[in-house]
């Protein structure tokens, strides 16, 4: 592959009226993009809005309808994935694509080995050339170490090393950080601006709007399958006027109202809970109609709480009162069929969803009494007419019930997750993560269902690393740290001082509310 001259000014990838189409769906309408030489573009918009699509389209996955693409000021004819290859593009995805068998080297050198593979790999060579990827990525690893050794980043900075293998000038990052810890995404973040400083052109698609005016250079924003203006100086945009270009005219994210729930009756009472596997005892209570926020750096232990509380996870000692009542949990169908207490996943993917199934099957499948006929028999038409009622209550953008759930955007599918949750008619909600990878549009969507729940009367624990998320909703927050709850403070909505105080919390040993500080980090 001919390498090009390298001018910061000079265009590198220029799209001109794409238009895709699928079934009944105009997913791009004559889109327009200019990516220049050693610049970070961020492509955003709404889940839905075209991103992915689009991405498809530059790699070579799918051929769209109509339109022009230009690279180096030549047309060309992206019709399959290694035709973009052999122009210089690659795709690092947000689903990670690595054999989990093979080693560094032989993942990034993934094409090397499976186009020749009657041939010996001289893998001595491979090693060496995996070291200076591993190297220009800035990765400090043994190119001979298996994937499995590697944290999530780590596995990431490999994605990138094997788009920059096949010598690519052009890199398309989708959703890059969705899966990592903000220190890891700042290490990916650093390896980026050095890929740029290369001259390398990168297509950034992220719904973190603090990432995109950390790390771009212009802004694309793509609304309803089409352009919304040229792309635009990073340096021109606010925050509000980026929400407002991508989900249009609609209100931007708002606090919502707290409530004083001191005679409101406790619905659920936790009390010395702990696991065998960590040993540290935590104790906190929720009241009837309460939005109450974990915060935490990822591994904190939020999660694993909310796991021991509703039987997923086993608890070596401690009480669970609901309602009044001691409840055992030994599993997670005791706690939403008897305690109706529902769950929220963190991973949609894996432990949210039957991904290749129909949205119907995905979301009665917890309800099953419900789609039964007066002769007791599984009625197609009931779970229809269930998933209906769903759709309209969280605006699930679907063909039909019957559609594949992998066939719908990740804010639709995010929707399904919680479709599943409330078709038990919950009497506590456990939200974890609910708006990770969600666009701004439906990220809002979602605050002001989860805020009607509570004013009619459901409880939830709003488990959140989006401290802003939880200063919007939440009317009590705690903060976790190694395990364990080491603060608490009421929600004033006063973003400077709740967020100064959570991190004085999280740094400082001292007494907060009913929790005191036992460690330093």
Not at 53 to 64: D, K, M, Q
Not at 97 to 125: H, M, W
Not at 144 to 155: F, M, P, R, V
Not at 313 to 340: F, L, Q, W
Request: charge should be neutral; hydrophobic fraction near 40%; glycine fraction near 6%.
């Amino acid at each position: 592959m001919k390498q090009p001259e390298i001018s910061h000014d000079k265009s590198v990838l220029q799209l001109d009226g794409f238009t895709k189409i699928f079934p009944g769906v105009k997913a791009l309408d004559n889109v327009t993009m200019n990516l220049k030489f050693g610049e970070v573009l961020a492509l955003v918009g709404e889940n839905g809005a075209g991103k992915s699509t689009l991405i498809n389209c530059i790699s070579g996955v799918f051929r769209p309808e109509s339109g022009q693409i230009r690279i180096n000021g030549e047309e060309v004819s992206l019709n399959n994935p290694q035709a973009a290859f052999s122009h210089g593009i690659s795709v690092v995805h947000q689903e990670r694509n690595l054999i989990p068998t093979f080693n560094v080297a032989e993942n990034i050198f993934l094409d090397r080995i499976c186009s020749q593979p009657f041939k010996t790999v001289d893998r001595k060579q491979m090693q060496k050339d995996a070291l200076a990827l591993l190297e220009r990525v800035k990765l400090d690893v043994d190119p001979t170490s298996g994937i499995e050794e590697l944290s999530s980043a780590q596995k990431q900075m490999i994605e990138v090393a094997r788009a920059l293998s096949i010598h690519s000038h052009i890199v398309l990052l989708d959703e890059p950080t969705a899966s990592i810890s903000i220190k890891e995404a700042d290490s990916l973040l650093d390896t980026i601006r050095q890929l740029r400083n290369q001259g390398v052109a990168i297509i950034y698609v992220s719904h973190k709007l603090e990432e995109i005016f950390a790390i771009a250079d212009r802004v694309k924003v793509i609304r309803d399958g089409r352009s919304i203006g040229d792309e635009e100086p990073i340096s021109n945009m606010t925050r509000d006027i980026l929400i407002e270009r991508m989900v249009g005219q609609r209100e931007l994210l708002q606090a919502f109202p707290s409530h004083n729930r001191d005679d409101a009756e406790t619905v659920l009472k936790v009390d010395q809970i702990h696991s065998a596997v960590r040993p540290v005892k935590n104790s906190f209570s929720l009241r009837k109609g309460e939005i109450l926020g974990w915060y935490g750096l990822v591994g904190a232990g939020r999660t694993e709480l909310a796991r021991q509380v509703i039987g997923i996870d086993p608890i070596a000692g401690g009480t669970i009162i609901v309602n009044g009542k001691v409840a055992r949990m030994p599993s997670y169908k005791e706690a939403y069929e008897k305690h109706r207490i529902s769950y929220l996943s963190e991973n949609r993917k894996e432990e949210g969803l039957f991904i290749t199934h129909s949205i119907s099957r995905n979301v009665s499948i917890v309800a099953l009494d419900r789609t039964k006929n007066k002769f007791g028999m599984h009625s197609y038409k009931k779970q229809e007419q269930l998933t209906g009622q769903f759709k309209d209550l969280l605006k699930i953008q679907m063909r039909s019930g019957e559609s594949v759930v992998s066939s719908l955007s990740g804010g639709n599918q995010q929707k399904v997750c919680i479709a599943k949750c409330l078709v038990i008619d919950p009497e506590i909600i456990i939200f974890d993560e609910p708006t990770v990878g969600i666009d701004v549009g439906t990220k809002l969507e979602i605050h002001k269902l989860i805020y009607s729940l509570s004013q009619q009367g459901k409880s939830i624990i709003l488990i959140s690393s989006d401290l802003p998320e939880l200063i919007q909703l939440a009317e009590r927050i705690q903060v976790f740290r190694s395990g364990k709850i080491v603060g608490e403070l009421m929600n004033t909505k006063d973003y400077d001082t709740v967020s100064s105080h959570v991190m004085e919390i999280m740094l400082n040993e001292k007494k907060v509310g009913n929790h005191e500080h036992e460690e330093t980090i």
